[in-house]
């Protein structure tokens, strides 16, 4: 069944991020981690189809958030990033999929493992436990080009500067802060050790981000001793035009 | 009635008339799984047929790939939207597989290494509709698309070809498999746009 959502604030979080905020009056509610299907048509009638990952946590009032990468050859991330305004209407699907979502029942410690704009489904899942409260301990660890590539940057500084539920550790592949302790570099075995929770405590895994980074991670992972059962994976592809 | 898109135009192509509805073309392959890849060495990979407890047929690597295979053209049509057209197989036919067993189950129940399950009826294996494939393109298929082996079922939506199967279970009642209990259609034909329980 397909809604309407009406854009009701748009913020741009890199020169080429945009978040994207609807509202939908009979939106029937979401869980941190689902995705939505948007759906764009011409005047002639042709239309296209695209996932992106909701950003936003758990709430009764019939608003949720998107955010959205602009890729290069991309035929929706584009208009949505370029060309939506305030007030447009976009038709909208969903909320979809059951299985890489967090609910506030779960009680055990959550590590969350996010490549470039897969941090999206990741920040639903955070913004979820800290608007829920509850005792899950999260830990996050951002893989990211370079610092001004970073969604949600002033947010995520303010949590984790507080007593804070959740821990970030930044991770970046291609230029670093000044002063950064870690040379730039692709997450690897031995950051991982570090930077996650040990296994024994049994966490809940998620990893999200593109296929060759989630592949990798996830291996990381099973390496450490993490169940494949407690390793949730979200993949995108050159292709996939998610997130 | 669609609400116009202002400014809108899309990127379309010729080929975009073949495909399924909501469906985009690519080229590349991409992947997508619930969790790790496993990693299953060839000498420890079986493949079971079962009837519940009763376990009717029995393959190891060797004895699996000593059964007559076929190369096969298929298009891939993806639940996330992506549909890959022309791709070729060379597997082991299902109609192989069951050939020879008598049965009365009328839905079959695939079993994956790492836990993945997909539920789809008996009838939908049969008659050269579908394959457990272990070459993509020429090449042995690689761990991420599957490998060694995978399910093939190019009719149904992709999440249907489970990849790293390691069995199936014949049932005479339906029972939802990994998807299918989280939110995905229960059957999953592309063209009939058959994505998400309840349509």
Known sequence: MWRVGTVVALNDETETARTLKLEVLDWPGHVAGQ???????????????????????????????????????????????????????????????????????????????????????LMAMIRSRISAGGTASFRLLYSVREPRALFYRDELQTLSNHDSPLK???????????????????????????????????????????????????????????????????????????? | MAITSRGFSGRRTAADVKLPPGQYLTTDFPVLSAGPTPRVPLEQWEFTLDEGSEVLRRWNWKSFRDLPSETLAADLHCVTRWSKLGTSWEGVSLDTILGDVKTDASYALVRSYGGYTTNLPLKDLLNKQAWIAFRFDGRDLEPEHGGPARLLVPHLYLWKSAKWVNGITLMNHDKPGFWESLGYHNYGDPWREQRYSGE
């Open chain 1, 168 to 243: 970030l550790t930044y991770a970046y592949t291609r230029a670093t802060p000044k002063d950064w302790p870690r040379p730039p570099g692709r997450i690897d075995a031995a950051l991982i050790a570090n930077a996650t929770w040990p296994s024994n405590l049994g966490p809940t895994c998620y990893v999200c981000g593109p296929t060759s980074f989630v592949e990798t991670v996830a291996g990381f992972l099973a390496g450490l001793r993490n169940s494949p059962d407690k390793i949730r994976t979200e993949r995108f592809g050159p292709t996939g035009d998610r997130k």
């Open chain 1, 35 to 121: 995705h939505v299907d948007v759906r764009l048509t011409a005047s002639d009638g042709y239309s296209a189809v695209r996932s992106y990952s909701i950003a936003s946590e758990p709430n009764s009032k019939g608003r949720f958030e998107i955010t959205v990468e602009r890729l290069a050859n991309g035929e929706v991330s584009p208009y949505l990033t370029q060309n939506v305004a305030i007030g447009d209407q976009l038709e909208l699907r969903g909320p979809i999929g059951g299985w890489f979502v967090w609910r506030p029942q779960q009680t055990e410690p959550i590590q969350l493992i996010a490549g470039g704009s897969g941090i999206v489904p």
